[in-house]
Each structure stands twice: as structure tokens, then as C-alpha cells.
């Protein structure tokens, strides 16, 4: 197995610039897994990339800073390795709020045993704010479950869901009013067990396994 690293590479904002560093990653036959493109100044932009390689980090380096474009190149620890698997939040501010208890507190017995796992929170109402919410998370680094919270959610909630359940992402649901619970993976009935037991779900330390809970309501 390739091992993951991260690069900081700050180019000039000129055309082709991106194209020249995909280049050497392609020649180097590095598999890039994420690359974000972040304003540096009015001159510079600074691509976050991380790739997988089973080449010597250096040997990419020096390929990188070999370009016209490249002003600078930085080595870095990639995401999953500082912040490991993510799960995400979202509903109505009270029941995300008491989900987030238990997951922080689940997360954080698990991260002292060596995991890393991060809990992300997002507050909000509306069938079509929160359809698009659960869609995005698919195009998000490191989601690995998302936890929805609410009294009431059903509609094209329940479609994201069912869409994001096809690309791997485990999806938790309260036991609520609508069509949700019904197309989730695991329904709970009490905000904090759910975050609790989300955290377990993707926990590589726990003994629980979600796939063996598939549709059961507790």
C-alpha cells in the first residue's frame, strides 16, 4: 500500500500553471487523492495536494520545484493523518447540539487510544437547505458519516440520502417524523446515544458494527 503525503505548492496565478504541476504528478505516477486551489495573494496561488506514492516524498519535492511557475514547495502531513475520519452533523441547532455531546465525548475516548476522528457541526432547517447539505458531503475530504438531527425531515432529504448511502457514506437519523428514518442506517431515539454510536460506527477501536444494525431502531 502507497503511502500518503501532502504538498503545499505556492505557483504564480498565471494560465497553465496547475496543468504543469498535474504534470509532474502524472509522470512521477503519483496518485493525487485531493487538491484544493487557495487564493495567496493577487500574484500567487497556493495548491493544498494530497497524493499517495511510493516514491520518496524529496524526489517529488525537487520535481515540483524544478518549474518555472512553482515559487515555493512545502512537505506536509496529509488531513487523515492529523485529523483521520470526519463525521458531520446537521439538522435542527437543539438535537445537533445534544447529538455533538455524545459524539465529542465518544470521539474523544477513541482518539486517546490513537484514532483520529473529528466532528464537524452544521445548523440547519428547510428541506432544499438541508437535501443540499447531505449531497455535498460526498465532495467533502475524509466524510465517512453524516448524523441528521431534527423533528421532522423527509421529501429530498430522504432522496440525499439514499444518494450518499450509494457513494459510502454511513448516514445516522434520530428518530424523527418523515420518510428519513426509514432510508437511513441506524435510527436512535436519543440525541446523545446517536452521536455516541456514530462515533462507533466508524471507530476503528470499537466493536460495532453498523452493517450488522442495518435498519434497526433503537
Do not use: C, W
Not at 437547505?129 to 467533502?140: G, H, I, K
Amino acid at each position: 500500500m502507497s503511502d500518503e503525503h501532502a504538498v503545499l505548492i505556492t505557483v504564480a496565478d498565471q494560465p497553465g500553471a496547475l496543468n504543469q504541476v498535474t504534470e509532474v504528478f502524472a509522470k512521477e505516477k503519483v496518485n493525487v487523492i485531493s487538491l484544493e486551489v487557495v487564493p495567496h495573494s493577487d500574484e500567487l496561488r497556493q495548491l493544498s495536494v494530497e497524493f499517495a506514492t511510493d516514491k520518496l516524498p524529496e524526489t517529488i519535492k525537487k520535481s515540483l520545484e524544478s518549474l518555472s511557475v512553482v515559487r515555493s514547495v512545502e512537505m506536509a502531513s496529509s488531513s487523515s493523518a492529523i485529523y483521520g475520519k470526519r463525521i458531520i452533523i446537521m439538522g435542527a441547532g437543539a438535537q445537533v447540539g445534544q447529538v455533538a455531546v455524545g459524539a465529542i465525548s465518544e470521539a474523544d475516548r477513541h482518539n486517546i487510544r490513537g484514532e483520529r476522528i473529528s466532528v464537524d457541526t452544521i445548523p440547519l432547517i428547510g428541506e432544499k437547505e438541508l437535501s443540499d447539505a447531505v449531497r455535498a458531503v460526498v465532495r467533502l475530504p475524509r466524510v465517512h458519516l453524516i448524523v441528521l438531527a431534527g423533528a421532522i425531515m423527509g421529501g429530498e432529504i430522504a432522496e440525499a440520502v439514499k444518494e450518499v448511502r450509494e457513494q459510502n457514506v454511513k448516514v445516522v437519523s434520530l428518530n424523527m417524523a418523515g420518510s428519513v428514518p426509514d432510508v437511513a442506517d441506524l435510527v436512535v431515539s436519543d440525541p446523545v446515544q446517536a452521536g455516541i454510536m456514530a462515533v462507533m460506527a466508524i471507530a476503528d477501536t470499537a466493536q460495532f458494527d453498523i452493517l450488522r444494525q442495518q435498519k434497526r431502531r433503537y
